[in-house]
């Protein structure tokens, strides 16, 4: 074998790895390459809530769309690893419709879940469920709405303060 046959044969073998070494380098800095805009943050019925909810609650308050359950609720401690990555896990990827928070500190009030046709799929009221089961943990009110055409602004208020306003103490029913 001649040097050059040599000197050919090494310089294919470098420009092989050194080409290696760029596709790897090109797909792990390419992260943003599989991302594109989504559709929508809120659906046309959660979007139309949205306002009435804005003046139920009124000015003293702000509502937050899509806040992520575990952003709401912390694992307690002292859990083991397993029980304590399990307990984030089913929480994780879930979301509360719209939060809503006292405007003055925000301090969350209430949670308020808007629930279509769409909730009444198994998978849908088994994660319907886990909010409820949540939010009594944590002891924040949960208002759930069933999506309609149209809302009164005064009814959700309604709704929203009675779920909001504890119970009277030593009150009875119907009296």
Do not use: W
């Not at 090494?10 to 290696?20: G, K, S, T």
């Not at 279509?116 to 944590?138: E, F, G, M, N, P």
Request: glycine share 6%; aromatic share 6%; proline share 5%.
């Amino acid at each position: 074998m001649s040097s050059g046959f040599l000197l050919l044969a090494l310089a294919f073998v470098v420009f092989i790895v050194l080409a290696a070494l760029k596709s790897k380098q090109g797909a792990a800095g390419s992260v943003g390459l599989h991302y594109m805009p989504a559709k929508t943050l809120f659906s046309a019925a959660e979007r139309s809530f949205l306002g009435i909810l804005d003046q139920a609650v009124g000015p003293e308050h702000r509502v937050f769309g899509k806040v992520r359950v575990a952003d709401v609720a912390a694992v307690k401690p002292g859990l083991g690893n397993a029980a304590r990555q399990g307990a984030l896990n089913r929480i994780a990827y879930k979301h509360f419709d719209f939060l809503v928070c006292r405007a003055s500190d925000l301090a969350i009030v209430c949670v308020v879940e808007l629930n279509d046709k769409s909730h009444s799929s198994r998978r849908a009221q088994s994660r319907d469920d886990l909010l409820v089961k949540v939010c009594k943990t944590i002891n924040l009110p949960l208002l759930m709405v069933p999506a309609k055409q149209a809302y009164s602004p005064q009814d959700i208020r309604s709704q929203f303060l009675a779920a909001v306003t504890p119970p009277q103490a030593g009150a009875s029913v119907g009296t």
